[in-house]
């Protein structure tokens, strides 16, 4: 029973007992309640800051200022933590505060903020579109701490595509949008990018051309699609796939425990014909539908992929090896020398090493892309020539000039024999008894 509803009757005047009777309660509960006059809703926000945050409030706004607003709360927090403020605060308070403040300290200094600023809703024709976006995913894949996500979705339609990896390289990167294509059936006529090293070959300020990846320039023309670099601030230019990110996130590998890059690609080829099943919110269609109508429209694909490459120059060392992303490769010894610089060329699977022109030119070795860093990719037939220890002297005597004499190498195995062989005294004659002169039970 609300006893509100009788507010009325104790505001005429009738007595508590019987507003009690009336409500099903104690006199006394029906008194507490409505003789209270109700005090009125409150809205907005709450106060933003308490008495400890008022005593630095000067040095916050001395930082915004100073910052242009860029400075966000949680950097803000950690400086007033630390010496020599020793803020006793809580994070939430700066934040409040920061959140409230920063709009006015940009408009006294002038500055929009773009933030909250309006933008224009913008859609595109079927297959004229399509934006690419990196995830990282942390957890998923036992054994492996973080993987990644590569996403590609077609503006028009909503149409997604993702497939995990554990590289992020610029070989693995194009490779990826090999499959995106084969998997939509065409190539867009343009893709939107943020500006990642795979793709911008260096940061530029605000509203200045952009130089592209020449890699990325030579991709883009083989399959006949142009590169749009979004401008820099605007979160908001490829939204559609940064929140196809989070949709694949949450209903592909929340919950989930896979064994295999492959088992994660799996699983997000079981989920895709659901999300095409669905209505999309914004443009209230079947997403499958409007998709048939977006891959119709791409270009088709080129008869001859493009290998996508990374290319570098490398020293050789005097081990005939040669050091490509903290991994060893080998090269052979009778076709180089010691710190002679190569030309290496990295695909998604395979490491080309070939000499330089200065060189003569020409193919040195072919070895299959380590797949961890650190490991040794070695073929032994590429050492042919060099010394492998087996020739290895000593002297007879502890001063070292007596005659030199081999020890023979069979009669100790492996590294140990080397080790012998080492000591002054290891040709030193030694006497043997056959196996018979020891009968069970007798003392040697």
Known sequence: MNLQEFRPLAEAGVPWSEIARLAGCDPRTAKKYLSQRPRPPRYGPRPSAGKLVDRYVGTIDAWLRASKGALCASTIFERLAGEPYRFPGSYERVKEYVRLRRPQILAELGIVDRG??????????????????????????????????????????????????????IATFFGCHVRAFEYFGGVPETIVYDRTKTVVRRHVRPRAPVPLHPEAVAFAGHYGFGIDVLAAYRPTGKGRVEKAVEIVREHVLAGRAFYSLQEMDAAFLHWAPLRAAQVHRTHGEVIGDR???????????????YLVAEQHLRRIGKDCLVSFESSMYSVPARLVRPFQRVHVRAGDTLVTICALPADGGGLLAVHARARKRGSWVVDEAHWDGLPDGHTRAVTAGGDGTGPRQGRNRDEVPGGLGMLLAAHPQAAAPVARRPLSDYEPGTPA
């Open 116 to 169: 909250a600023q309006m933008h224009r809703r913008f859609e595109v024709a079927p297959g004229s579109q399509a934006q690419v976006d990196w995830g990282e995913e942390r957890g998923p894949l036992i054994g492996t701490p973080v993987v990644y996500s590569f996403h590609m979705t077609l503006s028009y339609s909503r149409d997604t595509f993702c497939c995990y990896t554990d590289r992020t390289d």
């Open 291 to 305: 998709a048939a109508r977006d891959r119709a429209a791409l270009r088709p694909l080129p008869a001859q992929p």
